[in-house]
């Protein structure tokens, strides 16, 4: 059983920062890519950013320089320090993560999801 935990969202005004974190538990033998995406009403989920256990990282043109993606992979724990925050940043957060369990088993993983609203 793996689970995925995020934290951090809540209700911030333009210009503003939020950092969110999500921590990966359970039968893990080893986490590939983790990444956040995003969904806000009406529209379809959307990729974030990205990052690979070795510390590539993928964001969407909507956020580059001003969202930064990274991990820890001791902890297996993903963060998105999120800065500059627009009101278009309004969204339900979902933690990603593809996840090789203990029974060598490789399937991908999602968080419940945090709201981050973006005041004007």
């Known amino acids: 059983q793996v689970q995925l935990v995020e934290s951090g969202g809540g209700l911030v005004q333009a210009g503003g920062s939020l950092r969110l974190s999500c921590a990966a538990s359970g039968s893990i033998f080893s986490i590939n890519v983790m990444g956040w995406y995003r969904q806000a009403p009406g529209k379809q989920r959307e990729l974030v950013a990205t990052i690979t256990s070795g510390g590539s990282t993928n964001c969407a043109d909507s956020v580059k320089g001003r969202f930064t993606i990274s991990r820890d992979n001791a902890k297996n724990t993903v963060y998105l320090q999120m800065n500059s925050l627009k009101p278009e940043d309004t969204a339900v957060y979902y933690c990603?993560?593809?996840?090789?369990?203990?029974?060598?088993?490789?399937?991908?993983?999602w968080g419940q999801g945090t709201q981050v609203t973006v005041s004007s």
């Open positions: 990603y993560a593809n996840i090789i369990d203990k029974s060598i088993s490789r399937r991908d993983h």
